[in-house]
């Protein structure tokens, strides 16, 4: 079974502009969170979609936006690039069941730089 | 103030020797997953604990759950150079959906 694949897997991009990441989760699965990871702060929670529908929301402002589509494919869209939104993006899926464990797989992540 | 507080941040040993690495919170988790990463990839999950004082034995890494599911630890006996990495643990509280809450971390380095 293929794991969660990312695109693009490197981008540059410069303060003001915005940029869309792309997350395909493994089969099955209809629940995709993403995360944002940095030096400083670690791995921090962004948004979780589940059947189309954003499930939860971490503490991140409005530039940061998503959606799932029907076949649970996901992107995550941030406007307005700040240096600070340099970071390594996450997504992971899992079968998006409300019992625990529903563990959640990752994907290799997209490194955006902001210049 | 990190919900999930991981210690200890950076371990730097000599082939093998043994560790722990503790998880601690004040929240309880309906389950604990541990990950393990390696630079510019996303984390591999370990293992996942869902039962208080469960214990679960990867080949030479033990994870235990605590009792009364707040915190977790993970034991490596004799560590080796490819135990080098950034190693993760991630609680996921109750109602709270997909949302994983992550430790700081523990980047490990195993010395030949």
């Known amino acids: 079974k293929a794991g969660v694949t990312q695109t693009p897997r490197y981008l540059i991009k410069t303060r003001g502009q915005q940029v869309t990441l792309s997350c395909s989760p493994i089969s099955g699965h209809r629940s995709v969170s993403w995360y944002q990871q940095t030096p400083g702060q670690g791995l921090q929670f962004l948004f979780e979609?589940?059947?189309?529908?954003?499930?939860n929301k971490g503490n991140f402002p409005g530039r940061f936006s998503g959606r799932q589509f029907s076949n649970s494919r996901s992107e995550m869209n941030v406007s307005t690039l700040e240096l600070g939104d340099s970071a390594l993006y996450l997504c992971a899926s899992s079968l998006g069941g409300v019992l625990a464990p529903d563990t959640q797989y990752f994907g290799p992540g997209t490194r955006l730089t902001v210049l | 103030t990190q919900l999930l507080e991981q210690s200890p941040q950076f371990l730097s040993i000599q082939e093998g020797e043994n560790l722990t690495v503790y998880c601690n919170s004040s929240s309880v988790f309906s389950s604990l997953q541990w990950y393990r990463q390696e630079p510019g990839e996303g984390p591999v999950l370990l293992v996942t604990v869902v039962t208080g004082g469960e214990v679960k034995k990867l080949k030479r890494l033990t994870f235990q759950f605590g009792d009364a599911r707040k915190d977790s630890s993970l034991h490596i006996t004799a560590a080796q150079p490819g135990d080098t990495g950034l190693y993760l643990c991630a609680g996921r509280l109750y109602n709270q959906g997909g949302k994983l809450i992550f430790g700081q971390g523990t980047e490990l380095s195993v010395k030949p």
């Open positions: 979609y589940f059947s189309e529908t954003q499930r």
